[in-house]
């Protein structure tokens, strides 16, 4: 699961994470701790769609208007922002709502920005996934595929960039997600109870001495956070210059073929999380053993249910991926 959100981190292309798990075993809260990993990025100072100055295609219309006619644009860095989406969110809160009486006294496209605006160039997190209302999901779903979000109300229209992050996690015992849903994942993650008594106890000890002291809790930890900044820091300014071999391609998608697996979103992810993976180890070469540890959570999900099938899907992966990978 950390392994997963990591890679996220470091190439967003790869199109976010399901994680699916036992209720208690710590997913909303590892999801939450992220934020303190998270890089800087640069942003147009009192933009609400957190515009990028630099790059045209996920600046908000008022920005790129104002860059249009000349005006030098006032930057400032700020943290990835990592939004909630609440499970009785209304469509209006998501996608944002365009104020009519001014748009018909003054003559001007006012709008108020929703989550969907607040989470562009950020990571958008849905907790207990599975029980979100149908037309959310359908928001979601066109947000995530096409990048924008865009806003109709009487005949007036506003479109803005909303490129972000999707996680999600849930409880399967709570009820399946929908396919269409569960594919635009990049990723999916399993998390299970921890058995070994030992490593529960040491559990229940970190938690107990966080609820005792927070502050000094933390700061026993800043030492290891600052390592895995500034390597997520590394492997995203070295991630353009990773390389995968052809011949690794190849046995990806002959995998993906012999699993029969539907469109080729499982191939573009695993190409994707592969090199993510290599540059966060500080490499710039693809090897098996990188591939062989993203594919599971890669190809999982994409696998055609079979009710009769015992065996889970992420084993019939790792069998399949050692039988064509030698």
């Known amino acids: 699961m950390k392994l997963c959100l990591l890679l996220n981190v470091i190439d967003p292309k790869i199109g976010g994470v399901m994680i699916m798990g036992d209720r208690g075993t710590g997913k909303s809260t590892t999801v939450r701790s992220l934020v303190d990993l998270l890089p800087d990025i640069s942003v147009v100072v009192g933009d609400p769609f957190n515009s990028d100055p630099f790059d045209p295609e996920v600046m908000g219309p008022e920005v790129r208007d104002r860059l249009l006619k000349g005006e030098d644009l006032p930057v400032t860095t700020t943290k990835i922002t990592m939004v909630d989406l609440p499970l009785g969110a209304t469509e209006d809160r998501v996608c944002g709502t365009i104020d009519i009486e001014k748009a018909l006294t003054e003559g001007v496209k006012a709008f108020e920005p929703g989550l969907l605006a607040k989470a562009n160039r950020g990571i958008l997190y849905v907790d207990e996934v599975n029980l979100l209302d149908d037309h959310l999901v359908d928001v979601l779903l066109d947000s995530a595929a096409s990048g924008w979000n865009t806003v109709e109300r009487e005949g007036i229209s506003i479109s803005h960039p909303a490129r972000f992050i999707l996680i999600g996690s849930g409880n399967p015992e709570e009820g399946e997600l929908r396919p269409q849903l569960l594919d635009r994942f990049?990723?999916?993650?399993?998390?299970?109870?921890?058995?070994?008594?030992?490593?529960?106890?040491?559990?229940?000890?970190?938690?107990?001495?966080?609820?005792?002291?927070?502050?000094?809790?933390?700061?026993?930890?800043?030492?290891?956070?600052?390592?895995?900044?500034?390597?997520?820091?590394?492997?995203?300014?070295?991630?353009?210059?990773?390389?995968?071999?052809?011949?690794?391609?190849?046995?990806?998608?002959?995998?993906?073929?012999?699993?029969?697996?539907?469109?080729?979103?499982?191939?573009?992810?695993?190409?994707?999380?592969?090199?993510?993976?290599?540059?966060?180890?500080?490499?710039?070469?693809?090897?098996?053993?990188?591939?062989?540890?993203?594919i599971p959570n890669c190809l999982r999900h994409r696998l055609r249910k079979d009710p009769l099938e015992s065996i889970d899907s992420g084993l019939l992966v790792v069998e399949k991926f050692y039988e064509v990978f030698g």
């Open 186 to 294: 990049g990723m999916h993650a399993q998390v299970g109870t921890v058995r070994d008594a030992e490593l529960r106890v040491k559990i229940v000890e970190e938690r107990a001495r966080f609820d005792k002291d927070p502050k000094t809790f933390r700061q026993s930890y800043l030492e290891e956070q600052g390592k895995l900044q500034d390597q997520i820091t590394s492997a995203r300014s070295n991630l353009g210059s990773v390389q995968l071999d052809h011949d690794l391609r190849v046995k990806i998608s002959q995998v993906c073929s012999e699993l029969n697996v539907d469109g080729l979103r499982g191939d573009i992810v695993t190409n994707r999380a592969a090199k993510a993976l290599a540059a966060l180890k500080g490499r710039d070469i693809v090897t098996v053993e990188d591939i062989a540890t993203v």
